[in-house]
């Protein structure tokens, strides 16, 4: 198996505030996590890749500060979006390797945040 | 550069067999992918094919991929009106580049 969830599937808070984005491998160990972004009709954007126990790669651009990102077991990864602003709004999409086919990315749901 | 490349937009009949095309740039890829995508949801793994392979067929769905012109074309037999969606293809590298996405759009 290789299933991914994310949790939750949508959410909306006001500006200012944080929110957390849960990512699991349900049937498999993920070697690695990755978070990405996506804005309307366009493709996938990758904002960080983290192994369990390590600190999170930001991709260049990436504010590290703002999209904290904690790996912290073989089957969780966390996205906290700091203080969020509309600009933040989009789809965020998680996604793990480490299931049935070697190096391959198993796709979560994704997340849509909007920020008012 | 990394540009993986897709048309936006195909229109089929339901029963019509689509085909959806793809150039990549970069010839160390392992696996390219097929990743489906319908409203509001993650990405779906649809197939797959090794690099040293060149085509590969899975019920449905036939990958081509000419390595040679750094093509990779997906063909769905009997299209669906399920089978509307985007659809990416990608290429990993040490990470998955994505194509700009296919809108496939499915009509009676």
């Known amino acids: 198996g290789a299933v991914v969830s994310q949790h939750p599937s949508w959410v909306i808070c006001k500006s200012g505030t944080s929110v957390k984005i849960e990512c699991r491998s349900l049937?498999?160990?993920?070697?690695?996590m990755f978070w990405y972004r996506q804005f309307p009709k366009q493709s996938l954007m990758l904002m960080a890749t983290s192994n369990e126990g390590s600190k999170a790669t930001y991709e260049q651009g990436v504010e590290k500060d703002k999209f904290l990102i904690n790996h912290a077991s073989l089957t969780l990864s966390t996205l906290t979006v700091t203080s969020a602003h509309p600009e933040d709004s989009s789809f965020y999409i998680c996604?793990?390797?480490?299931?049935?086919?070697?190096?391959?990315?198993?796709f979560g749901p994704g997340t849509r945040l909007t920020v008012l | 550069g990394e540009d993986v490349e897709q048309s936006l937009f195909l229109s089929v009949r339901e029963g019509d067999s689509s085909v959806i095309n793809c150039t990549y740039t970069d010839s160390s890829s392992t696996y390219l992918y097929w990743y489906k995508q319908e409203p509001g949801a993650g990405l779906q793994l649809l197939t797959y094919i090794f690099s040293n392979m060149d085509m590969k067929q899975d019920q449905r769905l036939t990958v081509l991929l000419n390595k040679k012109d750094k093509h990779l074309s997906l063909r769905i037999a009997d299209t669906q009106t399920g089978d509307s969606a985007i659809y990416f293809c990608a290429e990993n590298t040490d990470k998955l580049i994505f194509g700009t996405g296919t809108r496939l759009q499915v009509f009676p």
């Open positions: 996604s793990a390797t480490g299931g049935q086919l070697k190096d391959t990315q198993y």
């Open positions: 049937d498999f160990q993920a070697t690695t």
